[in-house]
């Protein structure tokens, strides 16, 4: 039952036509749900000083449940629309500075912990519900209740709304048009972790290789020197030499090109180093199944987060608390030779990977959704993104009236990098929806320069038009490559 029809509102003070007050939302009944705290804030220098009623509440969909929101609702110039945030890694936090940004735009901005507190995955030791409620109970939950409290705030529903996150927040929007597609109009997932155990499985496959011994790790004064190496094999490949690989799933550069001929020095890799940074790029299978595909050329600046002196934590604790349920575990122990250690780990993750291509439902409502990865992203790989893609494409034919992948050459996890990382995903969405102008190039910029770039729909890609300044987005078009 969805938590509209059990609303019950107590209209103890009117202020603005039906609107309520933002103290008289404290008596607002929902389902499983307590409001902890109501608070009119006048001024936020975050928000633009857009005054907001603050509102906070524990959902408990489950015994075992203890899932906190935030729904802030702007006091004057609402917009009309919700926005719906999502978080990274395993993190169980609200982020004012997200919420605050949603009120900016003019949202009633909406954020859940996900069910827990800390960025460990800890909380799912034991506690089945509350890994549900991680995977996808808490977001969708926290929707259903934001929409409720929206509708008591205003005196009427949300016209629209939107969801909007990176990382575990890409993988949260997924699950949203896959399980729950009647939630949102609209939705932007960036660089998803939606193969969340693909991806912790990659985590141990590389810490696995990097740590056989001593002289198989790599220093990272050596993920500059590959770097190089990288740009010099495939830069100009694309047509423009800029230091970014437009894109890299065609360069072939192999690290045994930068062999020590002799002794090891800063300027060369042992036989163990290449094999270490083989294993970086390799994608792994079973039985004609690819697992993970592993990491592009040109990912090599951000190795430290996988290939560095611990493994990466975020991949570790999905073997510590939920798949072996034993804190101590090794992740030397994982056996990728048999298959199965790795069935364990795909049953035991089947609340969490947001893969399902089946976006029908979704589609069929005029849902839209912006998918969009970095291609030198060291933490999640994006030719998951690119994987997924072509998989609701099988799955459905032409997709793109609803869904539509921009993949950005250079772009790290959720920005940063040597690319044009900066870019409004949001605006491009909104256009969509509201005004059905389906997104074509979308503008990006480096920050740090000025570059401007456009951001191409996969499987297009910006071409170079043979003139004038390559720092201007004029100056390219986009072409299936």
Not at 134 to 162: C, D, P, V
Not at 338 to 362: E, H, Q
Not at 437 to 462: M, N, S
Not at 468 to 473: F, K, V
């Amino acid at each position: 039952m969805r938590l509209e029809t059990t609303l019950v509102i107590l209209w103890l003070v009117s202020w603005q036509g039906w609107a309520a007050s933002c103290e008289s939302l404290r008596a607002v009944q929902l389902k499983n749900t307590t409001i902890t705290l109501t608070e009119a804030v006048t001024h936020n220098s975050a928000t633009g000083g857009v005054p907001y009623c603050r509102i906070a509440a524990t959902l408990a969909p489950s015994s075992d449940s203890d899932v906190k929101i935030e729904v802030w609702l702007p006091a004057e110039g609402w917009n009309g629309k919700l926005e719906g945030n999502g978080n990274g890694g395993w993190s169980g936090a609200i982020v004012p500075r997200v919420l605050a940004e949603g009120v900016k735009r003019g949202y009633a901005s909406a954020m859940t912990d996900t069910g827990h507190e800390g960025a460990s995955a800890s909380f799912a030791l034991g506690h089945p519900e509350k890994l549900i409620d991680f995977g996808y109970r808490s977001t969708h939950e926290m929707t259903i209740a934001a929409k409720a409290i929206i509708r008591a705030y205003y005196g009427e529903t949300q016209k629209l709304s939107y969801f909007v996150g990176c990382s575990a927040g890409g993988r949260q929007g997924l699950m949203e048009a896959q399980r729950f597609p009647e939630d949102y109009d609209g939705i932007v997932a960036g660089a998803p972790g939606l193969n969340w155990s693909g991806r912790a499985l990659e985590s141990i496959w590389i810490a696995q290789a990097v740590h056989r011994d001593e002289a198989s790790y790599i220093p990272p004064a050596k993920y500059a020197l590959l770097h190089e190496a990288v740009l010099a094999a495939c830069d100009s490949e694309d047509g423009v030499k800029d230091g970014v690989l437009e894109n890299p799933m065609q360069c072939r550069f192999d690290p045994a090109e930068m062999e020590c001929k002799g002794a090891d020095t800063t300027g060369c890799l042992t036989p163990a180093q290449v094999e270490s940074a083989r294993r970086v790029y390799a994608r792994f299978e079973k039985h004609g199944v690819v697992i993970f595909p592993g990491f592009e050329r040109g990912s090599e600046p951000g190795w430290a987060t996988m290939a560095g002196p611990r493994p990466f934590t975020i991949g570790l604790d999905l073997f510590r608390y939920v798949v072996f349920a034993d804190p101590e575990w090794d992740f030397r122990k994982f056996d990728f030779d048999g298959d199965g250690d790795i069935a364990r780990t795909a049953i035991a993750s089947a609340a969490l990977n947001a893969i399902d291509p089946d976006l029908k439902k979704f589609a069929a409502r005029g849902s839209k959704l912006i998918q969009y990865h970095g291609w030198s992203d060291p933490q999640i790989p994006p030719e998951f993104s690119v994987e997924y893609y072509r998989s609701v494409v099988k799955k459905m034919g032409d997709a793109g009236h609803f869904y539509r992948l921009y993949m950005v050459p250079g772009m790290a996890h959720c920005g940063g990098g040597d690319g044009t990382s900066t870019f409004d995903m949001l605006a491009a969405l909104e256009g969509w929806a509201e005004q059905n102008q389906t997104p074509g190039q979308i503008p990006a910029r480096r920050d740090r320069d000025g570059r401007t770039r456009p951001l191409c729909p996969f499987p297009q890609v910006a071409k170079y038009k043979g003139s004038g300044s390559i720092d201007d987005a004029a100056n390219f078009t986009c072409q299936v490559h």
